[in-house]
């Protein structure tokens, strides 16, 4: 089983940024494909981004706002998601999620077999 521990979030104004962190560690045997998730209140977790050992792929609101990456080091297994221009509707619980090997649909949540606990993000208006 793979363990995700996330942190970096927090409370920010409209327009503010942050940068959550997502560092995997556990049984990896293979490359991982760890993405982001979000859900507020009264919603459906959505997706947000993810990323395999090729390329990102976004949801298409997070395309203009918000980056992912890995840490530079792959056997950290680290990602990032950067979010900035920040807005209210983004406050939600954001999970981190991974599983090895390339996502049939990256976005899709039920690709993914391993999550973390979720970091909190508030935006103000």
């Known amino acids: 089983q793979v363990h995700l521990v996330e942190s970096g979030g927090g409370s920010v104004q409209t327009g503010g940024s942050l940068r959550l962190s997502c560092a995997a560690s556990?049984?990896?045997?293979?490359?991982?494909?760890m993405g982001w998730f979000r859900q507020a209140p009264g919603k459906e977790r959505e997706a947000v981004a993810s990323?395999?050992?090729?390329?990102?792929?976004?949801a298409d609101y997070a395309k203009d706002r918000f980056t992912i990456s890995k840490s530079k080091d792959n056997a950290e297994n680290i990602v990032y998601l950067e979010m900035n221009s920040l807005k209210p509707e983004d406050s939600a619980m954001y999970y981190c999620?991974?599983?090895?090997?390339?996502?049939?649909?990256?976005?899709?949540?039920?690709?993914?077999?391993?999550w973390g606990q979720g970091t909190q993000v508030t935006v103000s208006s």
């Open positions: 990323i395999d050992s090729i390329e990102p792929t976004y």
């Open positions: 556990g049984h990896i045997y293979s490359s991982l494909t």
């Open positions: 999620a991974a599983r090895h090997g390339v996502a049939p649909d990256p976005l899709a949540e039920d690709n993914y077999n391993n």
